[in-house]
């Protein structure tokens, strides 16, 4: 059934990634200390088993396969998910890291919608979970007001469940949930963009704690280190 309401105790800002990614970003070149390479692309570390002394990286602009090294006494990984932080260990000569990886498969299908007038300010998020008394595959849907007056409406499934990825079944998955309260919604409202699959949400954690051997001047943050199944908000 519907969750009891109970007063609020918590709030949560609701952004697209591009939202968020440019307040980071912003913020983080206010700092005079902080200098921006852009468009580039970390393709190896430099050192060796026993130390990390840089990175060389590859930057648009300066033509293709053109790479430079960036020496460094501390290299942060923080390339998140897809990080080849193992590959580029394992060229250093470091051992492998144990790893543990625990993929329930489930997949996401979003599309940004204009929400109707009068729903554009102060809307709330609404989330319909997978039914209990049909524990596999779940099936769920949620719809975030974000920036712009827009909502981000996601639907999801385990395995077995993958929601489409075409515009004319997106409808018809958010209908078929035990409540269609989402389908409805997205009545309301003018899609303004196609559909955008991923699949990339198995729970992942790099173990750098337990290795036999880690080389000095390298650490590794957020979801490079461990990155969980994004229906636990963790980000
Ligand atoms: C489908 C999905 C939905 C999610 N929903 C939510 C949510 O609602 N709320 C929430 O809090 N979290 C959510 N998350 C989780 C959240 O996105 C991540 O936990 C968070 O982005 C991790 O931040 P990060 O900085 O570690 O990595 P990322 O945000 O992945 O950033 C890594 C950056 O490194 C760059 N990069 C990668 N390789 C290289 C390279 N070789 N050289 C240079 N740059 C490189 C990438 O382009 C990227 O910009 C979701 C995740 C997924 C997959």
Redesign the pocket.
């Known amino acids: 059934g519907w969750q009891h309401r109970f007063p609020e105790t918590q709030f949560m800002i609701t952004a697209t990634r591009d939202l968020t990614d440019w307040t980071v970003r912003d913020q983080a070149l206010r700092q005079e200390r902080v200098r921006l390479l852009q468009e580039?692309?970390?393709r190896e570390l430099l050192g060796g088993p026993g130390r990390v002394t840089g990175v060389r990286v590859a930057t648009a602009g300066e033509g293709p396969g053109t790479v430079r090294d960036l020496p460094a006494d501390l290299v942060v990984d923080?390339?998140?998910?897809?990080?080849?932080l193992r590959q580029w260990l394992a060229a250093l000569g470091v051992p492998a890291v144990p790893e543990e990886v625990v993929d329930s498969g489930l997949a996401?299908a979003t599309r940004l919608y204009e929400a109707p007038p009068g729903a554009r300010e102060g809307f709330p998020v609404v989330n319909v979970f997978s039914d209990y008394r049909a524990p596999v595959p779940g099936r769920s849907a949620s719809l975030v007001p974000v920036e712009g007056g827009r909502w981000m409406i996601s639907l999801t499934g385990t395995r077995g469940g993958r929601p489409p990825r075409r515009e004319d079944e997106f409808d018809a998955f958010a209908r078929s949930l035990r409540s269609p309260l989402i389908a409805r919604l997205m009545a309301t409202a003018r899609p303004l963009t196609g559909v955008q699959g991923?699949s990339?949400?198995a729970n992942r954690r790099f173990y750098c704690e337990r290795a036999t051997a880690w080389p000095d001047g390298l650490v590794v943050?957020?979801?490079?280190l461990v990155?969980f199944n994004?229906i636990y908000?963790?980000?």
């Open positions: 580039c692309e970390v923080c390339t998140g998910r897809a990080s080849r996401y991923s990339t949400a943050l957020g979801d490079s990155a994004p908000g963790h980000g």
